[in-house]
């Protein structure tokens, strides 16, 4: 089995040296194309409607080179500032925009290094397993032909059978190593990349302000939400119930000696809404902070709604100790409204949560055998798990295909966030 | 004695429906809801309207709106506007015409039933019924009614609250011709001509709400 992952990594990233091959060599066209317009500015403004579609170009094989190097486990996230809201995809604004933003100057300046660097570490993936297959094919070749005009490996030239047997071990061993060779090669090729693609430590810095911008005014609004619905709840709930369990005393009061049997009727009645008065309070209480959660952490919490549900759902929790009381919430929440989504939505007879801790991050996946074709788009549960989450530089993903089964994960760091420690460091 | 009844929360609406038939109030409708509140009041033309502040759809103040934009349709239209919560900003709002005939109570107080129901006659007979939570509220802060004597701030409070001269006299252990002489001397030094048109009582509430 491990054997065969190994196999298959090695095939995968011949095949992406391949790819890269054919990527690298665009890059020449797109620096010409880039200098042409910016050359052609003066030019009747020709760069004002060139340089917006070749940057458009450039960013999209960007971001292609980006994203290949996450598969071979060099991630770069992408620099570019947010485009001008208003305006036309071409003019002024869009020029101004591209070069100001360094993140176009850094692309540039990759375009050539990057696509040598691609063609080197591209071809050598190819050329190395190449060579190995060579060897290992050309072996019966050797037997037949007995000549001595070629050679392979160490031993050139072939002279007997016996020698081109040796090409054999040979050609198995450096296909073995061009196999082991290439994701190497891939992540070299990412890492070079890296240095010019990924946003500087500034863009870095913007682009964090940016999301936390969103994540914040998101928090804000959920916030003000969650307020508006708890004052409603107890204003017709609770607040109504008691004005009317003293409406009912009154009345009964007033009638304790003219009409005693309506009188005991009505305290009857009263003791009814008292008591549906404090289920009521209990609800709400649970919603917005549930015992269970404050007294037994979100382990505790889940098993106890797991419990609750109609479809039969394991919890599978693998915690050790308390988390943070924030992060508590937002996780139990998320999951709560997961599971919410599978009884209502998916129809399930099955369902599943499992909760684990791997370092400072805390997975939270819940999934079930039902329906399938969720869309965060369509509902406001899953959009609302989101908001949670990202208040905590959580994330979710949803897979949910069309006859199922949803498998909903969720990350969030459970440390308390990144970005203090990093403004506290970031002095350089 | 002829009832509209404006309550969205069925509990407080049956109740209170209940309650007033005891005390054979007759209700002649009962509404749910904000938009149906208007028409129904000007067309019924209640003794009396006892209206929930906050009613459906937009669960804002849509019954006092109603209620202000009934009494301007139908001037002097008693209403007893019932409310979670009360503000005096609120209670500015309907005393703005000037016209007695308004009351403005917490929900809370429909458990003393006796009390309510003097409240609904009162407000039906032209009265003015403040909540005792905006009286007091205001109590500390008045500033401008530093020209009354403390007592004289206290039965202006008791009048506020709708009572009148004799339950006033009673509540501060005081003669009735006592609380009528504090009376006019509130109405004196609030600068309320005694041969006005307009009910003075009501203006010395308003003084005292805009204070």
Same mark, same amino acid.
């Given at each position: ?58 960013? #999209?094989? %960007?971001?292609?080179? &980006? =994203?290949?190097? $996450?598969?071979? @486990?060099?991630?770069?996230?992408? /620099?570019? !500032?947010? +485009? ?95 196999? #082991?060779? %290439?994701?190497?090669? &891939? =992540?070299?090729? $990412?890492?070079? @990349?890296?240095?010019?693609?990924? /946003?500087? !430590?500034? +863009? ?124 508590e919430s937002a996780a139990y929440f998320a999951v709560a409204e997961a599971l919410a989504n599978v ?10 949560v499992s909760i684990r801790q791997d370092g400072e991050l805390l997975h939270l996946e819940v999934g ?61 | ?211």
């Amino acid at each position: 089995m491990e054997t065969r992952d190994w196999i298959r990594d090695g095939l995968r990233s011949v095949g992406g040296g391949i790819l890269a091959i054919g990527l690298a060599i665009t890059n020449i066209p797109l620096f010409v194309f880039f200098v042409l317009a910016i050359a052609l500015t003066p030019v009747w403004g020709l760069g004002f409607v060139l340089l917006p579609l070749v940057t458009t170009l450039i960013r #999209a094989r %960007a971001n292609l080179f &980006r =994203r290949m190097s $996450g598969w071979y @486990g060099v991630p770069i996230p992408s /620099p570019y !500032r947010p +485009a001008p809201s208003t305006g036309l995809a071409v003019g002024w604004r869009r020029y101004k925009w591209i070069l100001t933003d360094p993140a176009t100057w850094r692309d540039f300046a990759w375009l050539l290094p990057g696509a040598v660097i691609g063609l080197v570490l591209g071809v050598a993936s190819l050329a190395i397993p190449i060579y190995g297959v060579e060897g290992i094919v050309l072996l019966p070749l050797w037997i037949w032909l007995g000549t001595g005009w070629y050679g392979y490996g160490v031993i050139w030239p072939i002279r007997s059978v016996n020698e081109g047997l040796m090409s054999l071990p040979q050609g198995a061993l450096i296909l073995a190593i061009g196999l #082991a060779a %290439a994701p190497q090669l &891939r =992540r070299v090729d $990412g890492l070079f @990349g890296r240095l010019l693609l990924a /946003p500087t !430590r500034n +863009a870095e810095l913007r682009l964090r302000v940016d999301q936390l911008t969103v994540t914040r005014a998101d928090t804000v609004d959920a916030q003000a939400a969650e307020l508006r619905r708890i004052e409603r709840d107890l204003h017709d709930g609770t607040q109504a119930r008691l004005a009317s369990l003293g409406m009912t005393i009154g009345l009964a009061e007033e009638l304790i000696t003219s009409d005693p049997a309506t009188a005991r009727q009505l305290m009857a009645e009263a003791r009814e809404v008292s008591t549906t008065a404090l289920v009521e309070l209990r609800h709400l209480v649970r919603g917005i902070h549930p015992p269970v959660l404050a007294e037994r952490g979100l382990d505790g919490a889940v098993r106890a709604l797991a419990l609750n549900l109609r479809t039969p759902t394991s919890v599978d929790s693998a915690l050790t100790g308390r988390l943070a009381t924030p992060v508590e919430s937002a996780a139990y929440f998320a999951v709560a409204e997961a599971l919410a989504n599978v009884t209502v939505h998916s129809g399930a007879t099955f369902a599943y949560v499992s909760i684990r801790q791997d370092g400072e991050l805390l997975h939270l996946e819940v999934g079930d055998d039902g329906r399938g074709g969720a869309d965060p788009g369509r509902g406001t549960g899953l959009r609302g798990i989101e908001r949670r989450l990202a208040a905590f530089d959580g994330t979710m993903t949803l897979s949910s295909p069309r006859g199922g089964p949803t498998i909903v994960t969720m990350e969030l760091p459970c440390a308390l966030s990144s970005p203090k420690t990093m403004l506290s460091s970031g002095t350089d | 004695m002829r009832v509209v009844i404006a309550e969205d929360h069925a509990l407080l609406r049956d109740g209170l429906t209940r309650l007033l038939k005891a005390f054979a109030f007759d209700v002649v409708e009962v509404v749910d809801n904000g938009p149906d509140l208007l028409p129904t009041l000007i067309a019924r033309k209640p003794d009396v309207a006892v209206i929930d502040v906050r009613l459906p759809p937009t669960f804002t103040d849509e019954g006092l709106q109603a209620a202000i934009a009934a009494r301007a349709a139908v001037p002097g239209l008693p209403v007893l506007v019932l409310s979670q919560h009360v503000e005096p900003l609120y209670a500015r709002e309907l005393l703005g015409d000037r016209r007695g005939g308004v009351g403005y109570l917490l929900k809370d107080r429909v458990s003393d039933v006796a009390q309510f129901i003097d409240a609904v006659r009162q407000v039906a007979g032209g009265g003015t019924v403040m909540d005792p939570e905006v009286v007091g509220r205001l109590l500390d802060r008045s500033r401008p009614l530093d020209v009354l004597t403390g007592r004289e701030r206290e039965v202006l409070g008791e009048m506020a609250a709708g009572r009148s001269n004799a339950a006033i006299a009673g509540r501060l252990f005081v003669t009735e011709k006592a609380v009528s002489k504090h009376i006019n001397n509130i109405f004196m030094k609030l600068g309320l001509s005694p041969d006005g048109d307009d009910n003075r009582r009501v203006l010395a509430v308003l003084a005292y709400l805009n204070a």
